[in-house]
C-alpha cells in the first residue's frame, strides 16, 4: 500500500482507492490545502469538534493533533468512511469519533446522497453532476447533537448543504464556525444568505482564518495572527 504525507498526515491509500483527479490533488498536496492553512486558525486547544463532510479524514486528522482537542466527524459517503477510518488509524488518533451521517436542521428526515466518482463531490444535490449510486440516510438533528456532547467549533465542507444549515439551525455554543463556501451552487445571492444569516446570530467573518471559499465566522475576538498568503495571492 502506497503512504503519502500530505500536509503532515500519513495517508495510507493506494491509487485505486480513489478518482484519479483526487489521486493527484493527494500527491501533490493540494487536496484540502486552504483547509488545511486556516484550520488552526479556527480550532484552539480544548475544543470540542463538530466536523461535518470529513472526506477522508485529512482535516479530521490535523484537527485531533490540537492539544485536548475532541472530534465527532461525520461523513455520508460510506466508501469515503472506510478510507478515513484508515487514515486517522494511521495516525494514532484516540480522539476522534467518525460516523457515517448526516447532520441537519430541523426533525430527522429521508434524504439521497449521490456517490460520485471524483469523492469531493459527493452530495445530497442530485443536479450537482452526473453520480454512479445513491442511497437513502436518515439525518440526525444538529442542535440536538451540539447540546448532547457540548460542541463549540463546527467545521463543514458539504458541498452546498452547508446553506440549509446555516439559515434553519440554531447553533446554540458554536463559538467558531469554518466552513467551505460553495458559490458555484447557490451563487452569492446565497453567499449573501449565510453571512446575514450568520451575522443575525452573532458571528462575524473573521479573515485572519480565512483563505478564498474557505472562511471562519467567529464570535469570539482571538489573536491578531493572519494565515500566511503564498505569494500568487498577496
Not at 495516525?91 to 466518482?117: H, W
Not at 453520480?131 to 465542507?157: G, R
Amino acid at each position: 500500500m502506497t503512504s503519502l504525507n500530505v500536509h503532515g498526515i500519513k495517508v495510507p491509500l493506494n491509487p485505486g482507492d480513489v478518482s484519479p483527479v483526487v489521486w493527484q490533488a493527494l500527491a501533490t498536496e493540494t487536496y484540502e490545502a486552504k483547509e488545511a492553512k486556516c484550520i488552526f486558525k479556527a480550532v484552539r486547544p480544548g475544543d470540542r469538534v463538530l466536523e461535518l463532510g470529513s472526506g477522508v479524514g485529512i482535516i479530521t486528522s490535523l484537527i485531533a493533533t490540537i492539544d485536548s482537542v475532541h472530534v465527532w466527524a461525520f461523513e455520508a459517503n460510506p466508501n469515503t468512511v472506510l478510507l478515513a477510518r484508515r487514515v486517522i488509524a494511521a495516525n494514532d488518533l484516540d480522539n476522534v469519533e467518525l460516523l457515517q451521517g448526516v447532520l441537519t436542521a430541523g426533525s430527522p428526515r429521508l434524504f439521497t446522497f449521490y456517490i460520485r466518482k471524483d469523492l469531493w463531490m459527493s452530495s445530497m444535490d442530485k443536479d450537482q453532476g452526473p453520480f454512479e449510486s445513491e442511497y437513502s440516510v436518515k439525518s440526525t438533528n444538529i442542535d440536538q447533537f451540539i447540546s448532547a456532547h457540548d460542541v463549540n467549533v463546527l467545521v463543514m465542507d458539504i458541498e452546498g448543504a452547508e446553506k440549509d444549515l446555516i439559515l434553519h439551525a440554531e447553533l446554540c455554543g458554536i463559538e467558531r464556525i469554518f466552513l467551505e463556501l460553495h458559490d458555484h451552487l447557490y451563487g452569492l445571492a446565497g453567499i449573501r444568505d449565510i453571512t446575514q444569516a450568520l451575522a443575525a446570530k452573532g458571528y462575524a467573518y473573521d479573515p485572519r482564518g480565512s483563505r478564498g471559499p474557505c472562511v471562519l465566522f467567529a464570535k469570539d475576538d482571538g489573536p491578531r495572527e493572519y494565515v500566511e498568503m503564498e505569494a500568487d495571492e498577496a
